[in-house]
């Protein structure tokens, strides 16, 4: 079965660090362009970031420098290393699998989300 | 970074009913625009692609148009499986930016 599972979410204070997971299956995360997308509570989704199959990532201004995406190819799992969070990190966090066939951006397979809370 | 404002924000229709959702961009997107159905504590789920493109497995009441800075989502005849929040993405420039959504409620 094609899909993705999150990981790694939780409880954490304001400065502090969390990885996040997302395992693929039924496909391989290295030749696809990978994503996070999170959604704050009761609000919109925003686009976090972005791993092409080359390597390339670029992310949103506000989680540059703190955020880094990355896969493992041996594991078929894409993560999102998040540093000094703060509250307003606070949402779910998706993966999300680019549709492919041309021009990135628009994401077909997602995962189930999960939940990061930042708070003291 | 590309404004994308949706309209309206929420709105009341019954089934069967023809819906229409407007997306406007703050500047030309060309015709990279998505958009995608999310439900309580659900992921989001792509409709349409490339403005009026119609994504595999996706019913095909709803279509999608437009192009530069002005874009439509239309349900031709809502069904029950429809109520939901939908959300338009532009992909032709960083950030990649989402509308604010727009919730179609039972009438």
């Known amino acids: 079965e094609v899909q993705l599972v999150e990981s790694g979410g939780g409880l954490i204070q304001p400065g502090g660090s969390l990885r996040l997971s997302c395992a693929a299956s039924?496909?391989?995360?290295?030749?696809?362009?990978m994503a996070w997308v999170r959604q704050a509570p009761g609000k919109g989704l925003e686009w976090v970031s972005i791993?092409?199959?080359?390597?390339?990532?670029y992310y949103a201004d506000s989680v540059k420098g703190r955020f880094t995406i990355s896969r493992d190819n041996s594991m078929n799992t894409v993560y999102l290393q998040m540093n000094s969070l703060r509250a307003e990190d606070t949402a779910v966090y998706f993966c999300?699998?680019?549709?492919?066939?041309?021009?990135?951006?628009?994401?077909?397979?997602w995962g189930q989300g999960t939940r990061v809370t930042v708070s003291s | 970074d590309i404004q994308m404002t949706q309209s309206p924000s929420t709105l009341s229709a019954s089934v069967g009913d023809r819906v229409t959702i407007t997306c406007r961009a703050s500047?030309?997107?060309?015709?990279?625009l998505a958009w995608y159905q999310q439900k309580p504590g659900k992921a989001p789920k792509l409709l349409i692609y490339?403005?009026?493109s119609l994504e595999s497995g996706a019913p095909p009441r709803f279509s999608g148009s437009g192009s530069g800075t002005e874009f439509t989502l239309t349900i031709s005849s809502l069904q029950p499986d429809d109520f939901a929040t939908y959300y338009c993405q532009q992909y032709n420039s960083y950030p990649w930016t989402f509308g604010q959504g727009a919730k179609v409620e039972i009438k």
């Open positions: 490339k403005a009026s």
């Open positions: 039924g496909f391989v995360v290295g030749s696809n362009y």
């Open positions: 791993l092409y199959s080359d390597g390339r990532t």
């Open positions: 999300a699998r680019d549709r492919g066939n041309g021009i990135v951006g628009a994401f077909d397979l």
């Open positions: 500047q030309s997107v060309s015709r990279l």
